[in-house]
């Protein structure tokens, strides 16, 4: 079926139509509005669609021309998407949480004359950076409160556009033919959508994808993954970011599956157990989120629950990958992991809202392999998957059965990858990028002389299994002075796998030794503060308390018996720590809006304390400028700790002292 | 939005709905308010302030009939009436929150202001034990107005909390739900934001701005926030020892000599 659609459709308007012929009963969206999950079939969105698009050209949208999206997971914020699209509009969305300048950069950049936007708090957030941007017209909108007094010129609901596209459509029949000759002049080669990149270094970039390498590379995957029209999928995470584009959009429009939109971003958790998703995808970090609210909670458990939660994971650990992977276990071990399954495992999944999980993805950065292990351990079918905005997201995935922590799977289907002199993984894929927007220069910087784009990480092919294994960031990977290997971004995963610690930063390359910053999470040393006792008014007082310094140099120890164990990083052990007074925040610049560290970034602003890692000092004061919500600006300054750690003994050297 | 369905003639916006005149109350020797006459207009956010013990409180109970003033009358939607009880206030289209908070603190988010929508079901007592027929349409609509609130006051994802649960913050927004979940004419506010932090203050001052602005709510507050006070309302009255020293707009409240030296001291 995905093959033939691909056949047919070489845009997302056609597959729309394509889905309301042959599945327009079926629920193709459904929203939790007013407590209850409101449900459109594909046959009821195409008309919703139809009838904006009309709406929208009768406002003067034209082929070619950029429409900004701006807000979180809102059915009318997709149909923005899929309605520009039909008219050849050319959709850009933003990232919600971006602060006003971000906003204003990428608007200005992909020359916008129209915005569909959520709510007052972006229409507001565009009006106060409206002189930067003298082409935008026009403001969309969905939801109506707060907004009723606002001049209403350039402002218009997106409910009454919807509106007049219906009445135009009932009244004269030649509009609804132009539509359709709008929609069948939309070729698979024009752009279908901008997304912009994260940016961990320097500005976003526009990232121009077309519609038939889109529907191309999800039509690999929904084959590679036997994604039907059963299935259901949650759309939680940042509309602007390709993993939602293609894992929802693209993918829910090829296969016909069903997507689901939270009620809004506090309850995505919620509404993800009440649906039941049979598809998920996470980042890292919200898997982590997850698993430290569960630990927490088990923390508050009674003494028997306690305990046979934590006896129970130990036979997990023991078992489940096992028999998730189909190897042989003893008749015992399989017995207690179905008893497991009974008691913790089931209701544990249940609770998290993966009863139903089929196949689960998790990319953006390096995994935790016991992160990994532990959802894969109680029976989740998590896998992991790499790619990157330029290939549209998925260049290689796990298959089942084939799963190995430390390693990102085989090359998708029709996906050429190869590894450069240099180490550098480089690829040819369906779902290739068709260039930056108005970026020539970059767009060439990116790809190689015959053809290939380059991904900017390290990695190689493991002889055993024949999977990739990414190693880092190309050029983040360094040495220590003294020439051994320095893998930050594998220290900070270990780090992060302890709840208590939220975030990590390691230093050390072309430096006498590793020295880390840490953040510590809130919610996990809360809850165990206020088990022990400890009394906080901040983040700020709570990070530099003495006994939490204790609990996270045990943390910081066990981590470098862990790299010691292995001779590689065995010399790559943390020396020195501190814990920083403040959290690393997107809205600061220190994160990127898919929450991956700037290391360089963070290293300018941080500079005392870097000096003081590697000076000596016991203590370093600090003083940063901070960014709240409403683009005001403070500072927070602290006289922050450091402490020095015992590094444990190489394997090589016990050897010899033996 | 529909409109509000209290009994009365309507009012229109701008004309006065309540009014208050020559109103006194004492306990025993204590006058806690003294002659008091000022009037509150359809649509508009209404100030009370005064320092400690001013008799604000008094004032809104005698508002909503929890205290019946010894002399003096109050005219509410063109009605007066010398006596008036807190069901009757409460049949006409006033709504209050506490300064305490008051609600069940066992209930639920969603159960709680369900609650405040007791005044408007109508389906017999016998078809509500059954929860079957029109008892279970009236729960659907009713249900469906408690969400628009829900969303309103984007407390979707403690919907099904119970309310001892939460923070104290919200514990305020959910009585202020409660509070609109009976689609008032006239909303009081005793101190809706007393005892919160300065991002809270700033969402509720927005809660109650929308409130005003989205329900077309009039809305009568007592708070002890200068800032907040000055910002929100339209008109402002204050009380010293009972008696009305001032009513005004905010900037001509804020250089009435007689208010600096009662309450402000020094101008902010």
């Known amino acids: 079926m995905a093959q033939t659609a691909a056949a047919s459709a070489d845009t997302f308007p056609k597959l729309l139509i394509r889905n309301a012929n042959i599945y327009g009963s079926r629920p193709g969206m459904r929203h939790k509005d007013y407590g209850i999950w409101q449900t459109w079939t594909w046959a009821q969105m195409l008309e919703v669609v139809r009838a904006y698009a009309v709406g929208l050209q009768q406002l003067g949208l034209k082929r070619g021309e950029t429409i900004a999206i701006v807000g979180g997971n809102r059915p009318k914020l997709y149909w923005s998407v899929m ?27 992909a020359d916008v004359r129209y915005a569909a936007v959520e709510d007052q708090e972006q229409v507001d957030k565009i009006t106060s950076v409206l002189d930067r941007l003298p082409r935008l017209e026009r403001m969309l909108y969905d939801e109506k409160r707060g907004l009723r007094d606002y001049d209403h010129g350039n402002l218009r609901a997106m409910d009454d556009v919807i509106a007049e596209g219906r009445k135009s459509l009932a009244s004269d029949p030649s509009v609804g033919a132009m539509l359709d000759a709008e929609i069948a002049a939309g070729k698979g080669s024009d752009p279908s959508i901008i997304l912009y990149t994260s940016g961990t270094t320097g500005r976003s970039k526009g990232v121009v994808l077309t519609g038939e390498r889109s529907i191309a590379a999800a039509t690999d995957t929904v084959t590679f993954d ?19 584009h293609y894992l929802n959009y693209a993918q829910g429009l090829v296969s016909g599956f069903c997507m689901a939109c939270p009620e809004n971003a506090d309850t995505a958790m919620a509404d993800l157990r009440e649906i039941g998703p049979t598809f998920f995808f996470a980042p890292p970090r919200t898997m982590e989120v997850l698993l430290t609210r569960v630990m927490i909670r088990m923390e508050d458990a009674g003494v028997l629950k306690r305990k046979m939660f934590h006896y129970f994971i130990g036979v997990a650990r023991q078992y489940g990958e096992k028999i998730l992977n189909g190897e042989p276990v003893p008749l015992g ?21 993966f009863s139903r999980v089929r196949v689960a993805y998790t990319a953006g950065e390096a995994v935790g392999p016991e992160l990994f292990a532990f959802y894969r351990s109680i029976g989740l079918n998590l896998k992991q998957l790499y790619g990157q905005t330029e290939a549209f997201l998925y260049l290689t995935a796990q298959p089942d059965g084939e799963i190995y922590s430390d390693t990102v799977g085989r090359a998708c289907p029709n996906v050429d990858i190869r590894i450069a002199e240099d180490g550098e993984v480089q690829f040819k894929s369906p779902g290739m990028f068709a260039g930056y927007f108005k970026d020539k220069e970059k767009t060439a910087e990116a790809m190689t002389a015959d053809g290939y784009v380059k991904t900017g990480d390290a990695g190689f092919f493991d002889e055993k299994t024949g999977h990739l294994k990414i190693i880092d960031r190309s050029r983040d990977v360094g040495r220590l002075n003294d020439g051994t290997l320095f893998p930050p971004k594998y220290i900070e995963n270990k780090l992060k796998f302890f709840p208590n610690i939220r975030e990590a930063v390691a230093y050390g390359d072309k430096r006498d030794f590793v020295a880390v910053m840490l953040n510590i999470d809130l919610t996990a040393v809360g809850s165990w503060a206020e088990r022990n006792n400890v009394v906080y008014a901040s983040y700020q007082e709570l990070a530099g308390h003495p006994l939490v310094y204790d609990m996270i140099e045990k943390h910081v120890a066990e981590v470098n018996r862990s790299l010691a164990a292995d001779k590689l990083t065995a010399g790559a052990q943390i020396k020195r720590f501190l814990i920083l007074h403040k959290e690393l925040d997107a809205d600061d610049g220190e994160l990127t809006r898919t929450q991956k560290v700037r290391r360089g970034f963070i290293a300018e602003r941080y500079a005392p304390l870097i000096k003081a890692l590697y000076d000596g000092s016991s203590e370093a004061d600090i003083s940063t400028e901070v ?13 922050v700790k450091i402490r020095d750690m015992l590094t444990e003994p190489a394997p090589g050297a016990l050897e010899k002292a033996a | 939005m529909r409109a509000p369905s209290g009994t009365g003639p309507e009012v229109a916006v701008g004309d006065v709905l309540l009014s208050v005149e020559n109103v006194s109350l004492s306990f025993g020797g204590v006058k806690a308010v003294n002659d008091v006459s000022f009037d509150i207009r359809k649509g508009e956010i209404r100030a009370i302030i005064g320092p400690n013990g001013a008799g604000k409180t008094s004032m809104l109970n005698v508002i909503n009939g929890f205290y019946h003033p010894q002399q003096g009358r ?4 063109g009605e007066t009436r010398p006596q008036m009880r807190p069901y009757e206030a409460a049949h006409g289209g006033i ?75 919200m514990q305020k927004r959910v009585e202020l739900g409660r509070a609109l979940a009976m689609e008032p004419e006239l909303l009081l506010l005793d101190e809706p934001m007393a ?18 602005d989205h329900y077309g709510t009039t809305i009568a507050l007592i708070e002890h926030d200068m800032g907040v006070v000055m910002d929100l309302s339209d008109r402002v009255v204050v009380l010293d020892h009972g008696i009305k020293i001032a009513d005004g707009t905010p900037d001509d409240v804020k250089k009435n000599q007689a208010v600096i030296d009662a309450y402000l001291g020094v101008a902010h």
């Open chain 1, 83 to 109: 309605a520009a699209q039909m008219l050849g509009a050319i959709p850009v969305p933003v990232y919600a949480d971006a602060v006003a300048d971000e906003l204003a950069f990428v608007l200005a950049h």
């Open chain 1, 226 to 244: 036997k994604l039907t029209v059963d299935d259901v999928a949650l759309a939680y995470l940042p509309l602007a970011w390709v993993g939602d």
């Open chain 1, 333 to 353: 071990g399989r017995l207690l992991y179905w008893l497991g399954n009974i008691l913790v495992y089931g209701p544990l999944k249940n609770v998290l809202g």
């Open chain 1, 627 to 639: 960014t709240f919500e409403d683009g005001r600006k403070g500072t927070i300054s602290a006289r």
């Open chain 2, 74 to 77: 109050i005219t509410f939607k």
């Open chain 2, 95 to 169: 709504a209050r929150t506490f300064q305490n908070v008051a609600l069940f603190r066992g209930m639920t988010v969603l159960d709680n202001i369900m609650a405040g929508r007791t005044l408007k079901m109508h389906a017999s007592f016998f078809w509500q034990l059954l929860h079957f027929g029109p008892a279970m349409n009236e729960e659907v609509e009713h249900r469906h107005f408690v969400e628009e609130i829900i969303e309103f006051l984007k407390i979707q994802e403690i919907r099904r909390t119970p309310v001892g649960r939460l923070p104290y913050g």
């Open chain 2, 195 to 212: 005892g919160m932090n300065l991002e809270e203050k700033e969402d509720m001052s927005r809660f109650v701005l929308d409130v005003n």
